[in-house]
């Protein structure tokens, strides 16, 4: 495997003669429509049969012949993928990468927002190998705590069932499709004991009748007051569902508890890492819109993010999420307009910008000039997300989610299905 980051005077008949593959496989990996859309900049993914690359952080015993060992590998490869290091002075919590003949395992989930069936059918049968679970967005609920369908989701249980996918029932605390979440209709329902068990009651009976294998939960924005009840449903739902069906919930991410704070406050990491299956860590819009323009998941917030998580949850509970949206700024007014990762690198092409990379968020960004306005974008490319990867090995946690799959993001599939065996539940 290796990334090109395009010069100067770079075309892509240069690379796939560099790298010996076809233009179309570069094309197709990279999203790259025409033969001559390249700018500086622009990182292209390319495949090799070698082996994958993983990442490990050194403890107090470890030399090379040791991790050679353990990760059946040699010590001439673990030198090869790491130059400059001398494995006589290895220090404890070093990273460095190891070479493997085996893929590494993750569960993955992607966040599936199904405007039509049609569509929602479209995405299912294209990424279904390399997600473990699918969660349909297509759930709220009412002022006393009943779940309502916003958008069909028979005909997705069952493709995704067919495909090997593992569904869960998406609910949000937002009322109809295209608002936003609304803290007072949760707080409402979490507050009283009737409508905290009217919503338990109806998420387990719609799972079981529709066969999902489970619930995502997304409720954003939850009074702080009702930290302790929050906690409470969930541990009330958990019961209800029982062993095999899974409880998924979505959490801001935080590097330290703040329990008077309006976005944060309500969650307990603790209490909900204790009753979850899985907690989703939402690690990403550390960039928002309306707000100064910033990189959507830097390396190093991701990374003071995980390790506040782990001190309360055990990591094969956890999952990062990956963005794949950018987004552009109008500067100085920060007007901010999002897209995918595809579209952003799309822009930069048609717009002739050279991409910067910021290392130490390991993110991707350039600006343009539309008319008189200047704009300022940041997105994610190959050497962003193969970074944030790199998080779930060294922290050894259980995989990622994906915001959303209607975004276009090749290069991230092709990498996955190249150097991950998604487990499949």
Do not use: C
Request: no cysteine; glycine share 6%; charged share 15%.
């Amino acid at each position: 495997m290796a990334i090109h980051v395009v010069q100067p005077g770079d075309s892509l008949w240069v690379i796939s003669r560099l790298y010996d593959i076809p233009i179309q496989t570069l094309q197709r990996i990279n999203g790259i429509d025409r033969v001559n859309m390249l700018v500086p900049g622009l990182a292209l993914y390319i495949p090799d049969s070698g082996p994958g690359v993983f990442y490990y952080r050194v403890t107090a015993s470890d030399t090379f012949w040791i991790i050679s060992q353990r990760f059946n590998t040699s010590i001439e490869g673990i030198l090869a993928v790491n130059p400059g290091i001398d494995p006589s002075q290895l220090f404890v919590g070093q990273r460095i990468a190891i070479p493997s003949p085996s893929k590494r395992t993750i569960q993955t989930l992607g966040y599936l927002v199904p405007y039509s069936v049609e569509q929602a059918l479209k995405l299912v049968q294209g990424y279904a190998e390399h997600l473990t679970y699918v969660a349909l967005v297509a759930y709220s609920l009412t002022d006393e705590g009943y779940i309502v369908r916003l958008l069909e989701d028979e005909a997705v249980i069952n493709e995704s069932r067919r495909l090997g996918l593992s569904p869960l029932l998406m609910i949000r605390n937002i009322e109809f499709v295209g608002e936003t979440f609304n803290a007072e209709l949760i707080g409402t329902v979490l507050a009283n004991p009737v409508y905290r068990q009217n919503l338990i009651r109806s998420l387990v009976k719609t799972i079981k009748d529709k066969s999902y294998s489970g619930v995502s939960i997304d409720f954003e924005f939850v009074p702080p007051g009702q930290r302790n009840e929050f906690n409470l449903f969930f541990k009330e739902l958990k019961a209800g569902l029982g062993e095999d069906l899974v409880l998924h919930v979505n959490v801001h991410a935080k590097t330290a508890d703040i329990p008077t704070n309006r976005i944060v406050g309500a969650y307990d990491y603790q209490s909900i890492g204790q009753y979850a299956d899985i907690v989703a860590v939402m690690t990403m819009d550390y960039g928002y819109p309306t707000g100064p323009p910033d990189p959507i998941a830097p390396l190093w917030w991701m990374q003071e993010v995980i390790e506040y998580t782990l001190s309360l949850i055990n990591p094969q509970k956890v999952q990062i999420a990956f963005p794949l949206y950018s987004y552009d700024w109008k500067v100085p007014e920060n007007i901010t307009q999002a897209t995918s990762v595809l579209g952003a690198q799309n822009l930069a092409i048609s717009t002739g910008a050279k991409i910067q990379f910021d290392y130490q968020a390991a993110s991707p960004w350039f600006s343009y000039i539309s008319g008189t306005e200047q704009h300022i974008v940041w997105f994610e490319d190959i050497r962003s997300f193969i970074e944030k990867y790199s998080l779930v090995d060294i922290y050894q946690l259980l995989g990622v989610t994906y915001w959303q799959m209607g975004l276009e993001f090749p290069q991230n599939w092709a990498f996955l299905g190249r150097d991950f065996t998604v487990v499949k539940r």
